[in-house]
């Protein structure tokens, strides 16, 4: 991840560009394995596996009881005896309470044994419980261990790397503690906290170790780098982010601590707990995800506190995660001028317990009076721009319409049959999921395979099929998007489709859906007697989960049959008028092909309800790229319409954090270059 240091820091440091000593991990070359590597794995999608029948908490109870296996109820997991470790004797509260090492996640059944690391899905569970298969023990996983490979490198680092106060120069610890703001971190944290210094790459490195801190599971490093006026932060993690599921700290925490600071950042954690003394833990890959695999660590605390960092996003990652977290135990510091994140605010000199003392609670009634909305009003009022949601770097028109995407609203996208609605959806999504927005993918129509190729040519922005030695390169990039699939094809259960939905954002804090498209869930509904009922009914559910989730979601519904001549307009999409009512962006993607040709189609923004402005651009399509950003020859154009409404002028924002260039050119030179992962957003 990229994160721009923000704060009063000298930021004029010289630092060398990235070039040829770089592996490709972003280590220097004698450190990076050799050829480019190949992993086999069985999926080379994230497929979204969901169990047939969600369990529901309910029913884990009744199945313990039934069992008589005693368990406690905890904030997001139940805990019971494990059958995976030899029982202890039960003398006390105390000690049954010890015993008690099966955390098992109440909404999605998933367990995990403390003490013997095993873990599974619920029907792994039941299947050991109940001795079917191969016996209680081989129908579990035990926590993924390291490929051999990793753990070789993660040796490899950790050995070459010194704590900073060991550093044969002065000047070099010095400047380290520069560029990572930690001029007032002292030895005595960064001891505790087991950090050190890798001098070739000029990175921190924060250690992942097992419970107890003896093993070495993976590592973090953590790479500075100037820019312009600025330093950007790098990360890159061993394993891949995907499997990285270290909360940093977790060995200083003690069994009887109740109360925690989670913090998005390694760095954030020391300043914290150095000036507060305050048991800190940071989540593996800051406010882009809490996976429910770390659930179980934080069962323990009876009070959390959020403090994930000092913009908009953090804040509503903080809301969300609060949710799993279970509200009623959480608090939430609130970002503000005053209230920056835990580093800058001790370099800054505020006094961080006075902060803490601020955090507001998470959880309220379903009431509530202007006195709790005020903030979070003043929160959008003073951070417009993130406010409006994240910007396409493709379609620098839909931001001029749009303003951005934002999470809990529902998009409705029709176009004529065999238009591209699909091809243009893919493009779209893509270009979110690649800054850092977590997708999830409903294609009931074509194949994951298929979606999945079209929109690796959209990342390579090229055809691949005459390059397959860049292949594995794409390939590689493309798998660490944070990007799913649903695994259903053809007609679904809107039921089925909705669960599933919810077990992603669950699970992989999904923040935009793509259902492709509609008509699919229509076929099994009870109501099919009446489509035009039932379609009103589904359109309602998808709104509600947008609203309940706080989730994007982009729903493709086909148009009612017209004259091929006439335009489509909200009133052409199938069914009632209930779509476009509940809908708070409505998208058209018009093919005029009559008129101007083939090829050539406009999207037309006919409704949009967070500032009102509708309109139409044009769209090129590009055969062997499948894309259909704004080409080139466009740019003089879009660089009028910018002028004229003064947005050209406008200054890229201060180089906060999840800020995007709205610079028209910028955006246009983007549109035609390979996607790079931008360097301003979580790199997975
Ligand atoms: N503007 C375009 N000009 C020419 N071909 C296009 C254009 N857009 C998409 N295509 C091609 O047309 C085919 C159909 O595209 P796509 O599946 O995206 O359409 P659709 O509107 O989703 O279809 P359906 O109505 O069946 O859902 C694809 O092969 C795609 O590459």
Not at 15 to 24: I, Q, T
Not at 143 to 163: C, F, K, L, N, T
Not at 192 to 200: G, K
Not at 311 to 334: G, I, Y
Request: charged share 25%; hydrophobic share 35%; aromatic share 8%.
């Amino acid at each position: 991840m990229w994160v721009l240091l923000r704060g009063g820091y000298p930021l004029r440091i010289l630092l060398p560009l990235r070039g040829e000593w770089m592996g490709r991990r972003g280590l220097p070359r004698s450190l990076a394995p050799g050829p480019p590597r190949r992993r086999y794995r069985k999926e080379a999608l994230p497929a979204l596996e969901v169990p047939v029948l969600p369990v529901t908490a309910t029913e884990i109870r009744q199945y313990l009881r039934a069992r008589g296996i005693p368990f406690q109820d905890g904030h997001s997991c139940l805990r019971a005896p494990s059958p995976f470790v030899k029982a202890l004797p039960l003398k006390d509260q105390n000690g049954a309470t010890a015993s008690f090492s099966l955390f098992i996640d109440k909404t999605t059944g998933r367990f995990l044994c403390m003490t013997s690391l095993a873990e599974g899905s619920w029907e792994d569970f039941q299947a050991s419980v109940e001795g079917r298969g191969d016996g209680a023990r081989e129908g579990v996983l035990l926590s993924e261990a390291p490929e051999v490979e990793d753990s070789e490198e993660v040796r490899r680092i950790w050995d070459r790397a010194v704590p900073l106060w060991e550093l044969p120069e002065p000047e070099e610890a010095q400047l380290a503690r520069v560029m990572f703001g930690l001029t007032r971190v002292t030895d005595d944290t960064l001891r505790r906290f087991n950090v050190r210094y890798l001098r070739p790459a000029r990175s921190l490195v924060f250690p992942w170790l097992s419970p107890g801190g003896l093993g070495l599971r993976g590592l973090k490093l953590l790479g500075a780098e100037g820019q312009g006026d600025g330093v950007h932060y790098k990360e890159t993690t061993i394993p891949r982010p995907g499997v990285y599921h270290n909360l940093f700290g977790l060995p200083l925490i003690s069994r009887r601590d109740v109360e925690l600071v989670l913090t998005s950042r390694e760095l954030d954690s020391l300043a914290l707990n150095q000036s507060t003394g305050l048991p800190t833990l940071a989540l593996p890959r800051g406010t882009a995800c809490l996976p429910p695999a770390l659930l179980p660590y934080l069962e323990q605390f009876r009070r959390i506190v959020l403090w994930l960092g000092d913009d908009l996003r953090s804040w509503e990652a903080a809301k969300l995660f609060a949710r799993k977290l279970n509200p009623k135990r959480c608090s939430l510091v609130r970002p503000g001028d005053r209230q920056p994140r835990p580093l800058e605010a001790l370099n800054r000199g505020l006094s961080l317990s006075r902060i803490l003392r601020t955090a507001l609670p998470a959880w309220h009634k379903s009431i509530v009076s202007f006195r709790q909305l005020r903030e979070e009003v003043l929160g959008e009022l003073s951070d417009v721009e993130q406010a409006a949601g994240i910007r396409w770097n493709r379609f620098p028109d839909l931001n001029r319409l749009l303003k951005g995407h934002r999470k809990g609203e529902l998009t409705v996208f029709t176009g004529p049959t065999g238009s591209g609605k699909t091809t243009f959806i893919s493009e779209y999504a893509l270009d979110l999921c690649t800054q850092g927005v977590n997708t999830l993918w409903g294609s009931f129509e074509i194949s994951n395979v298929r979606l999945a190729r079209v929109m690796l040519t959209q990342f390579a922005v090229g055809r691949l099929e005459e390059q397959l030695d860049k292949y594995d390169e794409w390939a590689d990039r493309f798998e660490d998007l944070p990007l799913y699939f649903m695994t259903f094809h053809g007609q679904q259960s809107i039921r089925t489709v909705i669960d599933t939905m919810q077990h992603a954002v669950y699970v992989y804090d999904i923040c935009h859906v793509v259902i492709d498209n509609l008509q699919f869930m229509m076929g099994h509904e009870p109501l099919s007697t009446d489509r035009i009922a039932a379609q009103d009914y589904i359109v309602g559910a998808f709104r509600k989960f947008a609203t309940d989730n706080s989730c994007h979601v982009t729903l493709v519904i086909h148009p009612r049959k017209e004259d091929d001549d006439k335009e489509l307009q909200t009133a052409s999409i199938f069914g009632s008028a209930k779509a476009s009512q509940e809908a708070d962006n409505v998208l058209i993607l018009q093919d005029r092909k009559l008129v101007t040709g083939p090829g050539k189609r406009y999207l037309q923004v006919s409704k949009n309800r967070f500032d009102g402005d509708v309109g139409v651009f044009p769209l090129e399509f590009n055969k062997s790229s499948l894309t259909f950003s704004i080409p080139p020859k466009s740019k003089a154009r879009l660089k009028k319409v910018k002028d004229d409404n003064g947005l050209a002028t406008k200054k890229p924002s201060s180089g906060k954090k999840g800020a995007v260039p709205q610079n028209s050119e910028t955006c246009l030179d983007q549109a035609h270059q390979p996607c790079q992962p931008d360097p301003s957003k979580p790199s997975r």
